[in-house]
T-cell receptor
Framework: DTEVTQTPKHLVMGMTNKKSLKCEQH?????MYWYKQKAKKPPELMFV???????INESVPSRFSPECPNSSLLNLHLHALQPEDSALYLC????????????FGPGTRLTVT | GESVGLHLPTLSVQEGDNSIINCAYS??????FIWYKQESGKGPQFIID?????DKRQGQRVTVLLNKTVKHLSLQIAATQPGDSAVYFC???????????????FGTGTRLTIIP
């Protein structure tokens, strides 16, 4: 299984809502990533988890809260978002200290109203 | 700061022709480079990668060339097909110091359109 899955595919939320994005992989990868991608732009790294521990936080606002409950799952909890947070949120995974190749999921298209 | 950039934001190629997508990088410490293809509504998909101890690597219909002297990377796609229409991103690793964090920095992307 070389697939990274993400749910939901689309999400519309108000600025006062709390929602979560989910990501799952069963490739045995111990590094997992959250990226944000605006239209016509490259993916921007948000967070990196290595062996279920947060290793990189790219100065992301606290309204985004990542969680890695186990080696296969990665969540992104959303609270009090702004309309400018509307974007495609991509999850990726990779091996640790063996390869830089990251496997991406299809993304969650988030719209904040 | 260091950045990865692309020379052309858009490229149109006749079906069946070869295409070349270019990428300039500025972090001389980078020793791993990767090309991704992103189709509309999908996540980036791995195409091919290359390490700095190589200057050329070939895959199926794709070739990546690395010129470390001028810090330039290119992706050649042979005999283009309609399914090759997508945005192509190059990415670099920023050097061995990032190993263990596996951080990639993406370039701005080139939209390739194949004309039937």
């Amino acid at each position: 299984d070389t697939e990274v899955t993400q749910t939901p595919k689309h999400l519309v939320m108000g600025m006062t809502n709390k929602k979560s994005l989910k990501c799952e992989q069963h490739m045995g990868h111990r590094a997992m990533y959250w990226y944000k991608q605006k239209a016509k732009k490259p993916p921007e790294l948000m967070f990196v988890y290595s062996y279920e521990k947060l290793s990189i936080n790219e100065s992301v606002p606290s309204r985004f809260s990542p969680e890695c409950p186990n080696s296969s799952l990665l969540n992104l909890h959303l609270h009090a978002l702004q309309p400018e947070d509307s974007a495609l949120y991509l999850c990726a995974s990779s091996q640790v200290a063996q390869s830089y190749e990251q496997y991406f999921g299809p993304g969650t298209r988030l719209t904040v109203t | 700061g260091e950045s990865v950039g692309l020379h052309l934001p858009t490229l149109s190629v006749q079906e069946g022709d070869n295409s070349i997508i270019n990428c300039a990088y500025s972090n001389s410490a980078s020793d791993y480079f990767i090309w991704y293809k992103q189709e509309s509504g999908k996540g980036p998909q791995f195409i091919i990668d290359i390490r700095s101890n190589m200057d050329k690597r070939q895959g199926q219909r794709v070739t990546v060339l690395l010129n470390k002297t001028v810090k330039h990377l290119s992706l050649q796609i042979a005999a283009t097909q309609p399914g090759d229409s997508a945005v192509y991103f190059c990415a670099e690793n920023g050097g061995a110091a990032n190993f263990g964090n596996e951080k990639l920095t993406f370039g701005t992307g080139t939209r390739l359109t194949i004309i039937p």
